[in-house]
């Protein structure tokens, strides 16, 4: 099993998700059938090809919802399950060195609630010293065989999970008009 985990934040919270699937196969089956289903999709060939090198939440939001919709849909047919925690903010403002602890603290509830032995992908931060301490915080953990950070261009995965992240934040801002988090809600999880 994989666990795909990305995080968001709002005025008023920071969230983590993570997204656990079968396998890296089921991901990359999943993205392909979903590339497939808005292949025909009416965007300029400049926007598309900006927007299928990296499907990101904010931008298909804004613009697309019904290429979210589409990815949601998938999302819901591939994921055992999704699994997300959420810190209320006691400002607008999180400093950097509370985020980190705030972020492992969050991903750890997460890793606690699965059974199974699991692979971890993180949204890489770009940030070494951040990902090494996430890293050694849940590697230790009973049902972790690797944890590793990844690149969200080259991992579906990462893609997938972004998008749920921006549905989670958009259903907790009570801003879910086109009702992506509802297409999931079936298999999501807080802890």
């Known amino acids: 099993m994989i666990l795909y985990v990305d ?3 709002t005025d008023d919270f920071f969230i983590v998700s993570g997204m656990l699937v079968e396998s890296k196969e089921a991901v990359l089956l999943g993205y392909k059938q979903f590339k497939n289903r808005i292949k025909d999709y009416k965007i300029s060939q400049q926007e598309k090809q900006s927007l299928f090198h990296e499907f990101k939440s904010v931008k298909i939001e804004k613009h697309h919802q019904k290429i979210k919709t589409k990815m949601m ?3 819901a ?3 055992d399950c999704i699994i997300y925690s959420s810190y209320v903010k006691k400002d607008a ?3 950097q060195d509370a985020k980190e602890d705030v972020y492992i603290s969050l991903l750890t509830k997460i890793v606690t609630n699965i059974e199974e032995p699991i692979d971890v992908v993180f ?3 770009n940030k070494k010293d951040f990902e090494k ?3 050694l915080s849940i590697l230790p953990m009973a049902n972790i065989e690797k944890i590793a950070p990844g ?3 080259r991992e579906p995965g990462l ?9 989670i934040r958009l259903r907790k801002s009570n801003k879910d008009e086109w009702g992506f988090f509802d297409i999931i809600a079936k298999i999501v999880k807080e802890v």
């Open 123 to 125: 949204d890489a931060f």
């Open 7 to 9: 995080e968001t934040e």
């Open 73 to 75: 849909e998938e999302i």
């Open 93 to 95: 403002k999180l400093y």
């Open 159 to 167: 893609q997938f999970v972004d998008n749920i992240c921006g549905a």
């Open 133 to 135: 301490k996430i890293i």
């Open 77 to 79: 047919g591939i994921a």
């Open 151 to 153: 690149d969200s261009v």
